[in-house]
């Protein structure tokens, strides 16, 4: 039961272009979500976050954006750098505790 | 500030084998978390501890794997004996506390292939 999906296992756009990646979630006991970023050989860092009682999110070049209804949250890179070509994990958590659902992650290339 | 320490780093073991890591969390950090990463999957939680007790052990193996965390610093996860579907990257985490909005950081993790 996969209660958190990212159905795009990759993306590629140029450098200073803007970069979408989508994960969409199923478990409505959910309230609060997380982007992480991983780099090779490294454990996943943080990124944004955003509660359920907004729909946006944003910090300097990334902006997270929440759509309730259609269970669908997006993380927006503009401009994207080379340097954030990584795997982008989707998280979430529900009001239980502290517990993260991750999804599958979307592998993110940005090109000079 | 020193983040999370794991070791070691890579380990090959043959099927029904032991295995055992280690994680050191950040300093003051009372939540620690464990996670398995199989490939081509995002990391899926096996273990929460706050301090040294254990808050959330839902999605452990319970037949094979164990996890301790005495004196509620660092802490072991072992398998025993270990599978082919084992194989994966075990990840550390820490935060502060537990709850919503509470960064988790993780260590580099452990690389496991059983053959």
């Known amino acids: 039961d996969q209660q958190v999906k990212q159905n795009s296992p990759s993306l590629s756009v140029q450098e200073g272009r803007i970069s979408i990646l989508n994960c969409d979630y199923t478990?409505?006991?959910?309230?609060?979500f997380l982007w992480y970023k991983k780099y090779p050989a490294e454990g996943p860092t943080f990124l944004i976050s955003?509660?359920?009682?907004?729909d946006k999110n944003e910090d300097g070049r990334f902006t997270v954006f929440l759509n309730k209804s259609a269970k669908h949250l997006s993380l927006h890179i503009v401009p994207s750098q080379p340097g954030d070509s990584a795997v982008y994990f989707c998280?979430?958590?529900?009001?239980?505790?502290?517990?993260?659902?991750f999804g599958e992650g979307t592998q993110l290339t940005v090109n000079p | 500030e020193a983040g999370v320490a794991q070791s070691p780093r890579y380990k090959i073991i043959e099927k029904r084998q032991s295995v055992a890591f280690w994680c050191n969390p950040i300093?003051?950090?009372?939540?620690l978390y464990w996670y398995q990463q199989i490939l081509g999957q995002g990391p899926k939680l096996l273990i929460q501890?706050?301090?040294?007790?254990?808050?959330?052990d839902s999605q452990l193996p319970k037949d094979r794997f164990s996890a301790e965390r005495l004196k509620g610093v660092d802490s072991t996860l072992k398998i025993q004996p270990a599978k082919l579907e084992d194989s994966a990257v075990y990840l550390c985490?820490?935060?502060?506390?537990?709850?919503?909005?509470?960064?988790?950081?993780f260590g580099p993790g452990t690389r496991l292939t059983v053959l």
């Open positions: 955003i509660s359920s009682i907004k």
């Open positions: 998280a979430a958590s529900g009001a239980s505790g502290s517990r993260l659902t």
């Open positions: 501890f706050q301090n040294n007790g254990v808050v959330d």
């Open positions: 985490a820490s935060s502060l506390y537990r709850g919503r909005g509470n960064e988790q950081f």
């Open positions: 478990n409505s006991m959910f309230d609060y």
């Open positions: 300093s003051g950090h009372a939540t």
